[in-house]
């Protein structure tokens, strides 16, 4: 069979991008534009959509925190042995947020307030209420310097399956976050200046 031009011509018209496609494959090669949420599954992952085709799933994990301080030398080495280990071994697309978050010590302040409910003892009560001030002035002002994991997937089950792949590296104990705190992160990365 010989040369159709006119063949090739319309299989070449048919490969051509629209100005939208175009346009989105731009919106998803971006990296400074803001996480596109739309909501959130039954499985609480975050929903994500990028113009009128692209549909994918994220989990947000909260990695075990470790004062290197405070640790020993061995300590420190099973560590950076365990992370060294998710790094080369973990192949799905993840993404390392490092961002200062306010301090959260409403569980400190709940305590304090129990005590201070079953307190007789006038000065008892005094220190307890002096301590909660210094909790929530700590968590007014003090910020600490945390980082969260992300992972994508198209599908709710494949992300399901990523997700309990980083279960095995137990030392770095990955924890799916709250609605409230993934709402919380999101609105800190929308907002450079912070708040």
């Known amino acids: 069979m010989g040369f159709d031009a006119i063949q090739e011509k319309k299989e070449k ?3 051509k991008l629209s100005k939208k496609e175009k346009k989105m494959l731009k919106e998803l090669g971006n990296v400074s534009s803001v996480y596109p949420v739309v909501g959130y599954t039954e499985d609480l992952f975050v929903e994500l959509r990028i113009g009128a085709k692209y549909t994918g799933y994220m989990e947000v994990l909260d990695p075990a925190k470790f004062d290197l301080v405070m640790l ?4 420190f080495i099973d560590c950076f042995k365990a992370y060294h280990k998710y790094l080369n071994e973990y192949g799905a697309p993840i993404k390392e947020v490092y961002l200062n978050m306010s301090e959260n010590n409403r569980v400190q302040q709940d305590y304090i307030l129990r005590k201070k409910e079953k307190a007789t003892n006038p000065i008892q009560i ?12 700590l968590e007014e002002t003090k910020t600490i ?3 969260v994991v992300m992972c994508f997937a198209d599908t ?3 992300l399901k399956t990523r997700v309990d792949e980083l279960k095995k590296y137990k030392k770095l104990s990955f924890q799916p976050m709250s609605i409230g705190q993934k709402r919380d992160l999101f ?9």
């Open 187 to 195: 609105r800190r990365m929308n907002n450079k200046g912070g708040y």
């Open 13 to 15: 018209e048919v490969l």
């Open 72 to 75: 020993t030398d061995p300590e």
């Open 126 to 137: 005094r220190d307890l209420d002096e301590e909660l001030l210094k909790l929530k002035y």
């Open 145 to 147: 310097k945390t980082v």
């Open 156 to 158: 709710v089950e494949s």
